[in-house]
């Protein structure tokens, strides 16, 4: 499984962005998908991540400002981000737990993020 993120750059505080990430693929099923995001000397943390039922839950960081969505017909999970802050500067991975065979995880490239004035 391959996962290709797109949609990352450059924003002033207030802007919005959006990702757009797509699996392809030997894809039986997809259980967990999501965003991740690595900030410059900091530990990778989960922003936003939506269950095989549709069921999002969001960091506290971005609640209220990202909305995350996916369309389990084409593959893909979506991150629309409002309202960007300077501490939103990260680079955003794509994740998904998908059943191959077996379940396993799969990670994007990674696509950076950078808000500032």
């Known amino acids: 499984v391959q996962l290709q993120a797109s949609g990352g750059g450059s924003a002033q505080p207030g802007e919005s962005l959006r990702l757009s990430c797509v699996a392809s693929?030997?894809?039986?099923?997809?259980?967990?998908m999501g965003w991740y995001r690595q900030a410059p000397g900091k530990q990778r943390e989960a922003v936003a991540v939506v269950s095989a039922g549709g069921n999002p839950s969001y960091s506290d960081s971005v609640k209220g400002r990202f909305t995350i969505s996916r369309d389990n017909t084409k593959n893909t999970v979506d991150l629309q981000m409002n309202s960007l802050k300077p501490e939103d500067t990260a680079v955003y991975y794509c994740?998904?737990?998908?059943?191959?065979?077996?379940?396993?995880?799969?990670w994007g490239q990674g696509t950076l993020v950078t808000v500032s004035s």
């Open positions: 994740y998904g737990s998908f059943v191959t065979g077996g379940t396993s995880s799969y």
């Open positions: 693929g030997r894809i039986l099923g997809i259980k967990d």
